[in-house]
């Protein structure tokens, strides 16, 4: 290796801790899959998904649709800058909002599976 480089045998990376506890690697995880408590868990999961897709996608595409088809949006709406300009900047914020409340609410799914499985792996079925 060349002398001053940044790739020396010294440097290390940093290691990541991982979220949660290691797992045995005798876990079950169809029998994980097939658990009540499980099963429960993915109902809630598209119970959460679906209506955030369906609201995504449908304000997503009303842009195109709605200055494609109709003039509603092309009216002003402070000074010069008109309602399209609005809505375009709203679906920024929109996936930021979005973004933001999947990530909380699948980390607490996330803890939720990862109790489900401790309890497979102590033997406990649902």
Known sequence: ???????TEERTTPKVEQRGKQRKAN????????SSRFRELLEKKKKFILPLTIFFLVF??????????TNVLERPAIGDI????????AQF???WVL????????????????EIIEKEIKGGSA
Not at 1 to 7: H, I, L, N
Not at 27 to 34: F, I, K, L, R
Not at 99 to 114: G, W
């Open 1 to 7: 290796m060349k002398a001053g480089s940044v790739y």
């Open 27 to 34: 876990v079950d995880y169809v029998q994980v899959a097939e």
């Open 60 to 69: 997503y595409f009303s842009l195109p649709i709605l200055t494609s088809y």
């Open 82 to 89: 008109s309602w399209a300009w609005i809505y375009a900047s």
């Open 93 to 95: 914020i929109m996936t």
């Open 99 to 114: 973004c933001t409340v999947y990530v909380r609410k699948f980390l607490k799914f996330d803890v939720e599976a990862d």
